[in-house]
């Protein structure tokens, strides 16, 4: 069992229900079962949060896919804060938990035209999101995690999204796929566990402050996978 948690891009926004990559991944892995825990809107702090709660009651056999930041970025968030409670919190939970890291892949110009971001801010979201992936990649290599780079999968062109921002049906199956080989290993089974953490430390940039207009993704409806950790944790979604 790999219990998934992140933003729109994890619960499968844009699509209808089932068409998620999450969703198709499932139906695809032998022998391994996924719920889907993204809410959109999230930021990394609430994704992490809920994650960090969530794994507490964890049983031996389960994982757990952590991706978010895009967010972040689009929101004006320091990329420096961003990447210090990342670093900080998988750090910390990847000594004690089965961990997949997820790298969301890039948005389009796309996502100017449908009011994701702003004209005058898209070119430095862009190189914000392309040095947060480049950090997410050296993270996973210092803590021995296996990661799941969607941007191998998925390339910046519109013909895959429906705003830019969130992949079409045709999008989400290409990450789909790219789960079950991370995930299926060729054979359905999903071998887990993290390598010893190296240590060799990390050099992050430090940008200044910047403000950038954002429309956030807001959802108030409650979770509605099928089946997920929630239910049997006692834990409860907090509406954004």
Known sequence: ??????????????????????????????GISLYNHGVCGSLCGDILDSMSAASGRARKDEGFFF?????????????????????????RLSERIPLTL??????????VETGW?????????KRDLLDYQKFLRALAKDLGIRVMDFTKALPPEEKW????????????EKMALL??????????KYRHFNRRRSNKS????????????????????PFTGSMNLWNHTGLHHRSK
């Open 1 to 30: 069992m790999i219990h998934c948690f992140g933003d729109s891009l994890t619960e499968g926004y844009g699509v209808l229900p089932g068409q998620g990559w999450v969703a198709l991944a499932n139906q695809g892995l032998k």
């Open 67 to 91: 991706m978010g930041g895009t967010n972040d970025i689009l929101f004006g968030i320091r990329l420096a804060v961003l990447e210090n409670r990342v670093e900080k919190e998988l750090g």
């Open 102 to 111: 997820g790298i969301p892949p890039l948005f389009t110009e796309m996502s």
């Open 117 to 125: 971001q702003e004209a005058g801010s898209f070119k430095r979201n």
């Open 161 to 172: 999204y429906t705003d830019g921002i969130h992949p079409n049906k045709e999008g989400y």
């Open 179 to 188: 789960a079950v080989k991370v995930w299926g290993g060729g054979n359905g």
């Open 202 to 221: 990390l050099s992050f940039s430090r940008l200044t402050n910047r403000q950038a207009a954002f429309c956030r993704e807001i959802s108030r409806r």
